[in-house]
């Protein structure tokens, strides 16, 4: 009784934290388009949601031609913006700031799982 007890937790548990991924991804992509990613492609965008973005300071006597984007928070998540992971690195000049907003690849981000992995 108890060990199916457990179970029925640890399924629950399971199921509301994937739920709260799915809510948070809805930000950037439709329910389509989540629908219709591999399982691996979700794992990414799953550890996309806290391993995604940083700031780097602006290089200094640098002309930067990236879009501008306004954080109002310290830490930053792609779906913060409505921003999708791409196949290549994003970057956004922050308004106001004297930083970068950099959004790592899905190839990156990738790479960093399985590295973790091993």
Known sequence: MNGKLFLILLFSSNNLNAQNYK??????????????????KITILEYAL????YFTPLPEGKTMDFP?????????????FGLKIEDF????IVKNQNKLLVVKSSYILDLEIKNKKK
């Open 23 to 40: 809510k948070e991804l809805l930000k950037s992509y439709t329910t389509q388009e989540l629908n219709g990613f591999t399982k691996s």
């Open 50 to 53: 806290e391993n995604s973005c």
């Open 68 to 80: 501008e984007i306004e954080v109002k928070k310290q830490v930053a998540n792609f779906t913060d």
């Open 89 to 92: 690195t994003q970057y956004f």
